[in-house]
């Protein structure tokens, strides 16, 4: 389905895929390397979806790309944004601005943007009571709200941003796409089908090879594994032969990777109830017992791995397979359940 451009500069961080497609590698400063960008050819011009993290070095990569493969500025006639995390997000004020484009996301991945970070957010201070009241020391809590400042120069300026909602039609390339809601990495997260060729833009849905964070996120969803496990289940129905992903390469085996994704979480909560069965434990013991103690080095995947960690104890306890104490003043504790999972799974 793709064929890898010649190995010299910029031609490095592309892969030409069908239909005059380009996937663009735009470099990220941690651990997942890269995210990818599709750029579409239209009637008129060209779209790109989810343009990058706004660093110099992605910048300076899309002057390569776009002027290695005669595209001007001008050219670019739209960003679709699967969802507002800023490795997609980032970049699309900077895109907009230089070409004069619209920027198209969901409603509420464009009010949860704004949360993030646009002026006078409460995010971190939210993140903070969050992580505290789960047993996170304050100085670790520190570390988290400086890595989390840095992100916002990386997504100026602000887009001006158009609409478009899950269950809509939009028209992309020659083709007409399905958008789907693709609820639990991200609030407000799109996916898009196309019913003929049978292609999905998956965002960070569905990744080969890496699990996409699921994360407990204040003012997002309640329980976002089972919105996610769920959403899995639905995109699970569609005909897949080729899906497109925020993260490594295209991949074919989308059915499989679902079903992979689905016993990953299984087997996560499995072991959060054992540890749980040894003794009373924080989310935040347990984060650094499932992901080791070390990731307090790295305060933006100590993040991931601390939301995560909350998002499947939640789940486990709004099932009635672990239960959760709230001493005044002290941190939430979890216990495990003895009827293990004999509660109410409708809670």
């Not at 292609?199 to 407990?216: A, Y």
Request: hydrophobic content about 40%; proline content about 6%; glycine content about 8%.
């Amino acid at each position: 389905m793709r064929t890898i451009g010649e190995r010299s500069g910029w031609t490095e961080a592309i892969a030409r895929l069908d239909r005059g497609w380009v996937q663009v590698k735009v470099p990220l400063p941690f651990s997942l390397r890269w995210v990818n960008s599709y750029i579409v050819p239209e009637a008129d011009g060209f779209t790109v979806i989810d343009p990058g993290l706004g660093t110099a070095e992605a910048k300076a990569l899309w002057e390569d790309v776009l002027a290695g493969l005669g595209i001007e500025w001008k050219a670019i006639k739209r960003v679709l944004l699967t969802h507002q995390h800023p490795d997609h997000y980032g970049l699309a004020g900077y895109v907009q601005q230089k070409s004069g484009c619209e920027v198209w996301m969901s409603r509420r991945a464009h009010a949860y943007a704004r949360r993030l970070w646009g002026p006078g957010s409460d995010f971190p201070s939210a993140l903070r009571e969050l992580y505290l009241e789960h047993g996170m020391p304050g100085e670790v809590m520190d570390s988290i709200e400086a890595n989390l400042d840095s992100f916002i120069a990386r997504v100026l300026p602000e887009p001006q941003v158009t609409y478009m909602e899950a269950g809509e039609t939009i028209r992309l390339g020659d083709l007409n796409w399905e958008m789907i809601d693709a609820p639990g990495h991200a609030f407000g997260q799109l996916c898009f089908y196309q019913r003929d060729i049978r292609w999905m833009i998956c965002g960070d849905q569905v990744l080969p090879r890496i699990t996409p964070n699921v994360s407990v996120v204040p003012g997002e969803e309640k329980d976002p594994l089972a919105a996610f496990l769920n959403s899995l289940e639905t995109l699970k129905a569609y005909e897949v032969d080729y899906a497109l992903p925020g993260h490594r390469d295209p991949f074919e085996a989308f059915r499989t990777r679902i079903d992979e994704l689905i016993r990953h979480h299984d087997r996560r909560l499995k072991e959060m109830e054992e540890l749980l069965a040894q003794e009373p434990q924080t989310a935040f013991d347990l984060c650094e017992k499932l992901f080791g103690a070390r990731l307090r080095e790295n305060p933006h995947n100590l993040r991931f791995a601390m939301s995560e960690t909350l998002a499947h104890l939640y789940y486990l306890e709004q099932r009635g397979r672990v239960r959760a104490v709230r001493a005044s003043g002290s941190a939430v504790v979890f216990l495990a359940d003895a009827a293990n999972g004999r509660g109410n799974p409708e809670a």
